[in-house]
């Protein structure tokens, strides 16, 4: 991969470990699979966040890939989150890792340059499309009836909404401005690669210091994981995690989920 990993150095001390080690055998269980009340995701799009949170982002190549992408869209990022959240195993390291990575790569991408500055931050921006959606997961399709331990363990919004309710003070200053027609001057990547598509006015040292808030609280929330660093985390580290979430994908999901 072209992209180099970030921390390599940083040694984490958590070794989660799924509550669920994997599907239930075929035919072990007659519940059904169907939307879970009052959740954004769709049965299947549960269990594959379960499943990518459970060892898939072990991989570096999976990670990777997701670097390229800049995570999911945004309702996938956001729902990556929430299966995170929910599943109860490592206290979102997972997330935290993944995150920490994608905001390290956004402060490289809008580093200042003095040629061509907006058309590298520009190609720097734009992100491979999002793999969920790829894969053709969509909240219509319901998970496989040996994957119903999964969808049920991971399948409420409701630790997602306290997190972002106990974090708001922290992330509200970061939400962008054209996601919620506030007109508040932070920006979210898709919308910053649109203005910078289109040529309008942007305050590149602004929108560089927003990206460099979030990925520092982001870093400090995931750096809680390493050895010797446990409990370091403030509530604005772990309202990076939204930021992250918010930034990277756009704060429509968020907004819609949360309130
Ligand atoms: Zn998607
Ligand atoms: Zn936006």
Do not use: K
Request: glycine share 12%.
């Amino acid at each position: 991969m072209a992209l180099p990993a970030p921390n390599p150095e940083r040694v984490y001390r958590v070794v989660p470990v799924p509550r669920i080690a994997g599907s239930s055998p075929p035919g072990s269980t007659a519940r059904a699979v169907g939307v879970p009340r009052g959740h954004p995701l769709g049965s299947r799009e549960i269990a594959h966040f379960w499943s990518v949170g459970a060892g898939q982002l072990d991989s570096l190549g999976v990670r990777a890939g997701l670097w390229q992408s800049w995570g999911w869209c945004g309702r996938h990022t956001l729902g990556f989150l929430a299966v995170e959240a929910a599943a109860e195993r490592g206290w979102l390291f997972q997330a935290a890792v993944l995150f920490d990575e994608l905001m390290q790569h956004a402060v490289r991408a809008l580093a200042s340059h003095w040629l061509f500055e907006r058309a590298r931050i520009e190609v720097a921006l734009e992100g491979s499309a999002c793999p969920a959606c790829e894969a053709g997961l969509t909240r219509e399709q319901e998970a496989r009836q040996n994957d119903a331990d999964l969808v049920e363990a991971g399948g409420s919004l409701e630790p997602l909404r306290a997190f972002a309710c106990e974090t708001r003070p922290w992330w509200d200053a970061w939400v962008c401005g054209a996601c919620t027609a506030s007109g508040a001057a932070p920006m979210c990547r898709p919308h910053l690669l649109a203005a910078l598509r289109t040529g309008a006015d942007i305050d590149l040292p602004g929108q560089r210091a927003l990206v460099a808030d979030i990925a520092g609280h982001a870093d400090a929330f995931a750096a809680a994981f390493s050895w010797g660093r446990q409990g370091s985390e403030t509530p604005a580290d772990r309202a990076g995690l939204i930021g992250v979430a918010g930034w990277c994908g756009g704060w429509g999901a968020i907004r819609e989920w949360i309130g």
